[in-house]
């Protein structure tokens, strides 16, 4: 089962697309990537996050193993994360990643992830963080399979 992606926003913009599409190409079992793209609530602040977070939940099974994109979580280097993905792909437990929308997650959300996750310290726009997702998880992809891909 392929790695869901539940991305909040608009569809990928055209020069994101063609380098997601540049990566998903090169992806093989288990690390395929399927993506979901919810739009953002027509509300601000608070109202936002909630609604946006319940249309998550909604896509959420309950046995799959939830990571949330999130500049204050854990923030692993690339053979920790391919060492991490690796083993939940194995354990027979659908991987999903989301990236909130631009005001975050409610703490209910929060709750029912199992494991946040740091790209950077930094902020980066929406759009930007589904190529570099992308990237990462070919990155993971390649050092699982022993590619020369990741230098060390």
Do not use: C
Not at 74 to 101: A, C, F, Q, W
Not at 107 to 113: A, C, E, M, S, V
């Amino acid at each position: 089962m392929p790695i869901r992606i539940i991305a909040i926003g608009k569809k990928h913009e055209p020069w994101v697309d063609e380098g997601i599409r540049r990566f998903e190409r090169r992806l093989k079992r288990p690390f395929k990537i399927e993506w979901v793209i919810i739009g953002h609530s027509g509300h601000n602040d608070a109202t936002a996050r909630q609604e946006e977070s319940q249309h998550i939940l909604s896509a959420l099974n309950a046995n799959d193993y939830v990571v949330l994109l999130d500049e204050r979580g854990t923030n692993p280097n690339s053979r920790e994360l391919s060492d991490m993905l690796l083993k939940k792909l194995e354990s027979s437990r659908r991987v999903v990643i989301i990236i909130g929308g631009a005001y975050g997650v409610d703490d209910i959300l929060k709750k029912r992830t199992d494991y946040i996750w740091s790209l950077s310290n930094l902020v980066f726009p929406h759009q930007l963080v589904r190529l570099i997702l992308t990237e990462q998880i070919y990155r993971a992809q390649e050092i699982a399979l022993g590619n020369p891909y990741h230098h060390e």
